[in-house]
């Protein structure tokens, strides 16, 4: 049997996803040398942050428009959720952030990042493709817009390294 996901559950995988690149710009940003790279990585670890945040937002919002839930006592379902945000983007085992040596060039940083943020949108891509309601595939469409300002600003900072 296919699980539909419930916008709730699909805002707390992205809160655990931006949790999870939050840690990995942060480390990142601590262990570049070049301090122009690592304030950028700074920025996009507060920005995760920020987006976690505005994931918040937007869930409480939708718990407000639709009050239907299921009867989770324990929290195994929001457990559950935390693993797959943890295991599928900027993972918690086996994360990014724990590979980092500090030996990575900001080239190769900003490729991992990349290629990172490129996944988290395909993840909420195919979510769009299994809500039902209107107003949450909205809601979703709006948190990939958001996710997609993290690729443009990539993009830039390799293009920068790039004339350099």
């Avoid at 709730?8 to 301090?35: C, H, K, M, S, W």
């Avoid at 693993?83 to 030996?103: E, L, M, Q, S």
């Amino acid at each position: 049997m296919r699980h539909a996901y419930s916008i709730d559950e699909v805002f707390t995988i992205a809160e655990q996803i931006e949790r999870n690149g939050a840690r990995f710009y942060a480390r990142a940003a601590d262990l570049v040398q070049d301090p122009e790279v690592s304030a950028a990585l700074h920025r996009l670890a507060e920005w995760e942050a920020g987006h976690e945040t505005t994931f918040a937002g937007m869930r409480a919002r939708a718990a407000t428009a639709q009050s239907a839930g299921t009867w989770d006592p324990e929290g195994e379902a929001e457990a559950y959720l935390h693993a797959i945000a943890g295991d599928y983007v900027f993972r918690a085992k086996n994360h990014p952030a724990d590979t980092i040596t500090g030996k990575e060039s900001a080239q190769e940083i900003y490729r991992l990042a990349l290629q990172l943020e490129k996944d988290a949108i395909v993840f909420y891509q195919g979510l769009v493709g299994v809500m039902s309601d209107p107003d949450d595939r909205a809601l979703l469409r709006a948190l990939i817009a958001e996710e997609m300002s993290h690729v443009v600003f990539l993009v830039g900072q390799l293009g920068a390294l790039s004339e350099d």
